[in-house]
């Protein structure tokens, strides 16, 4: 597990890439987000942020859904990867403690595979202030399902139990309730993502800590990948935990 100091690090500087990441990271579920969308009674006359956006994965996929998607977003390259693909998101540089919006304007706040980076209280009084009164808080992550023993394997290697940021599976239903959110819902869903071999060396490649090591250690942690790649199928189809949490601002 990596620490707080660390964790801060690998969250600035560990998404350079915004268009290798946005290629071969996967969308999330439709129900999932559909859950979002239905408990938080959104429409299109909503407003919702999309916090740590990065490329803008569920940007789009809320989109349709909602009559406007803002994405904050701390890392140049995932802006201009989101810009490119999402000509109706406006998209900001800010991060979690610092949104670049007027308080009470939007109805709800999101944050997709990114609340492990925040500074939990700063962020949360943050998302608080631009919500309008009772608005929506969503989190969400795909997690590779570790049940199944090639993906264990492929974690192994990728050296996923040794550098994780957070602990998979935990549960942030303590952490949202340090802010001023109630109803705090919990639910998973099943995933799956269909990569080729290439499709999966890369996916590996989008993990933060990996675009960081130098390339020697980089070579090094490729080698071990492609040994549990080499004994998998042409396609491969890769299955993902995705966790969902729904909150309401007091």
């Not at 890439?17 to 987000?33: C, F, I, Q, T, W």
């Not at 239905?38 to 740590?52: K, P």
């Not at 998101?89 to 007027?102: M, V």
Request: charged share 25%; aromatic share 8%.
């Amino acid at each position: 597990m990596t620490t707080s100091s660390s964790r801060d690090e690998l969250g600035r500087r560990g998404f350079a890439n915004g268009s290798l990441y946005d290629a071969v990271r996967p969308r999330y579920p439709v129900a999932a987000v559909e859950f979002l969308v239905e408990t938080l009674a959104l429409d299109e006359s909503s407003h919702v942020l999309d916090l740590g956006a990065g490329s803008g994965i569920f940007s789009r996929q809320v989109r349709p859904y909602v009559g406007r998607v803002t994405a904050v977003e701390p890392s140049a390259s995932m802006r201009e990867a989101l810009r490119e693909s999402s000509v109706d998101i406006e998209a900001l540089d800010g991060r979690d403690s610092e949104i670049p919006l007027p308080a009470d304007s939007v109805h709800a706040v999101f944050a997709a595979q990114a609340f492990h980076w925040f500074d939990v209280d700063a962020a949360l009084a943050e998302i608080h202030r631009v919500l309008i009164p009772r608005g929506g808080l969503g989190l969400i992550w795909n997690e590779r399902d570790e049940s199944v023993e090639w993906v264990c394997d492929l974690n192994r290697a990728m050296q996923w139990d040794r550098r994780q940021p957070y602990q998979v599976g935990m549960d942030f239903t303590g952490e949202v309730l340090r802010g001023s959110f109630d109803g705090v819902e919990r639910h998973k869903f099943a995933h799956t993502q269909m990569l080729d071999h290439e499709g999966l060396r890369r996916r590996v490649l989008t993990t933060s800590y990996v675009s960081l090591m130098t390339e020697p250690e980089r070579q090094a942690l490729m080698d071990d990948v492609e040994r549990v790649i080499s004994e998998l199928p042409a396609q491969v189809e890769l299955p993902y935990i995705t966790d969902v949490y729904r909150a309401r601002a007091h």
